[in-house]
């Protein structure tokens, strides 16, 4: 995800344009495996905040399933 964002703010964002940011939904909260993924990263990371345009929970849920099984087909 760093890599990406870096990319974007270094090739592709206009300088009228608002940095780019990154969603990570998760299923589950964990603490150590947060502390570890984003310890020493220069750009700012809010963890568990929530934001009123997210688009509606039913549709994130979906999303969140498909791609649980997406991921669970391709360890197979």
């Not at 780019?20 to 150590?32: G, H, N, P, S, Y």
């Not at 990263?41 to 969140?64: G, Y």
Request: charged content about 30%; overall charge negative; aromatic content about 6%.
């Amino acid at each position: 995800m760093n890599l990406y964002l870096n990319y974007l703010k270094e090739n592709e964002t206009l300088k009228e344009e608002n940095p780019a940011i990154c969603l990570i939904l998760c299923t589950k909260k964990d603490e150590a495996v947060a502390h570890y993924a984003l310890g020493g990263m220069n750009n700012k990371v809010f963890a568990s905040l929530c934001k009123p345009q997210l688009p509606d929970p039913e549709i994130l849920a979906r999303e969140i399933e498909a791609e649980r099984s997406w991921l669970e087909q391709r360890r197979n």
